[in-house]
């Protein structure tokens, strides 16, 4: 239940200001990795996925 608290509040508050963010000038390539980076790392943190647990993308992204 904690977890799904936690994923409403990162996406009302800190995915909303990355994307106010990111449309206020022009993403590069590498911008855009790094934002991905971090969101993916968020949602590892929120999940309590640690670092050498082999867990793809993909599975973290189907789970959030």
């Not at 934002?35 to 993916?40: N, W």
């Amino acid at each position: 239940m904690a977890q799904i608290f936690r994923l409403i509040i990162y996406n009302a508050l800190v995915v909303s200001v990355f994307l106010y963010g990111a449309e206020t000038r022009t993403l590069l390539q590498s911008d855009e990795r790094k934002l991905e980076a971090f969101h993916m790392s968020r949602k590892r943190r929120i999940l309590g996925v640690r670092w050498y647990n082999y867990i793809p993308n993909t599975v973290i992204a189907q789970r959030t």
